[in-house]
């Protein structure tokens, strides 16, 4: 009976080091405020430890396949993942957190198999990987786009001076009013530039046919 217990408190190691390692991969998405932080890391890493152990020892001389309920742990664990993508306007969010806790549920089913080092290891690779991409560095940052919506009248060729003034090839979603003799064109511009709202001002007072700028980040 005690050699049965001692030989499950040794498999427990295995759990307890994946609570160590998906409380250090949750705390590391804490840092940086996303959906899925040290609580759901951690149990997903436990949870995956404990299949682990499970489908590794607890079928031992019995003819059920015990490979067959790890296997499932990588498709549960994307059930989970696809529940946190979602969209937002025409962009997607949570894709990485998704995966980080595909990832987590790897690191656990290392540390449930007695793998240690490759469980530490991968640990360190991910939230190395991480930390690296979150730096302010151009190679590692995504291209931002802002959304200007403007409205000018259009007589001659104002349209191109509009293109020329915020360096894009074309107007988007434009519309066109008429209000007496004048033409109005309203359009949306897609740049990759920042304008600060000083420089839309400088804009607008050094063209007077411009009637209105909106900028947003999000469309």
């Given at each position: 009976?005690?050699?049965?217990?001692?030989?499950?408190?040794?498999?427990?190691?295995?759990?307890?080091?994946?609570?160590?390692?998906?409380?250090?991969?949750?705390?590391?998405?804490?840092?940086?405020?996303k959906e899925a932080g040290i609580r759901t890391h951690t149990v997903v890493c436990v949870g995956s430890a404990l299949m682990m152990v499970v489908s590794k020892y607890a079928f031992t001389g019995m003819e059920a396949d015990g490979a067959r309920v790890a296997a499932q742990i990588?498709?549960?664990?994307?059930?989970?993942?696809?529940?946190?993508?979602?969209?937002?306007?025409?962009?997607?969010?949570?894709?990485?957190?998704?995966?980080?806790?595909?990832?987590?549920?790897?690191?656990g089913m290392a540390a449930g198999a007695g793998m240690y080092v490759v469980a530490?290891?991968?640990?360190?690779?991910?939230?190395?990987?991480?930390c690296v991409c979150h730096l302010k560095c151009r190679l590692f940052m995504a291209r931002q786009f802002y959304h200007i919506k403007i409205v000018f009248r259009n007589e001659t060729n104002e349209s191109d001076k509009v293109k020329e003034l915020f360096g894009v090839n074309r107007l988007k979603s434009l519309s066109i009013i008429r209000e007496g003799d004048a033409c109005l064109y309203k359009a949306t511009l897609n740049t990759d530039k920042e304008f600060s709202s000083q420089t839309l001002n400088n804009i607008m007072v050094e063209n007077p046919f411009i009637v209105s700028i909106e900028r947003t980040d999000e469309e």
């Open positions: 009976m005690w050699e049965t217990v001692l030989t499950e408190l040794k498999y427990l190691i295995g759990v307890l080091v994946a609570v160590i390692l998906g409380f250090a991969i949750g705390f590391e998405r804490k840092l940086r405020y990588v498709s549960g664990i994307g059930f989970l993942g696809a529940g946190i993508i979602m969209f937002r306007g025409q962009k997607m969010h949570g894709l990485t957190t998704a995966a980080g806790i595909w990832a987590t549920a790897g690191v530490v290891g991968a640990t360190v690779i991910l939230i190395a990987v991480q």
